[in-house]
């Protein structure tokens, strides 16, 4: 039986990691909103404040982690993490009648 040639950098089985492809129209991306950019220009904001903004308007951040030894995937993990207020993500106390709320 007479097999192909290899190329060097090719595994021998079909099964193997692929280039990712983005399925989006051109056009179909919105621009990024430039909220950071416009307070970081204006001098007068400060840490503080990009902070407060920050946790009031909230951030998501995602990431993939694979895991493999010889080139073949062991562990694949998907994390996210959400930044905000608690107030944002937290249902807010019932408080019963006649009682006062906590200071």
Known sequence: ??????????????????????LRRRGAVSEPRNDVLELLEGGDHSLLELVDNLLNQGVVLTGDVILGV??????????SAILCAADRVLPSPSIPEGEKPRA
């Open 1 to 22: 039986m007479c097999r192909p040639p290899r190329h060097p950098g090719l595994r021998a089985h079909p099964d193997r990691p692929l280039a990712s492809l983005q």
């Open 70 to 79: 010889a080139g073949i995937d062991l562990i694949y993990l998907r994390l």
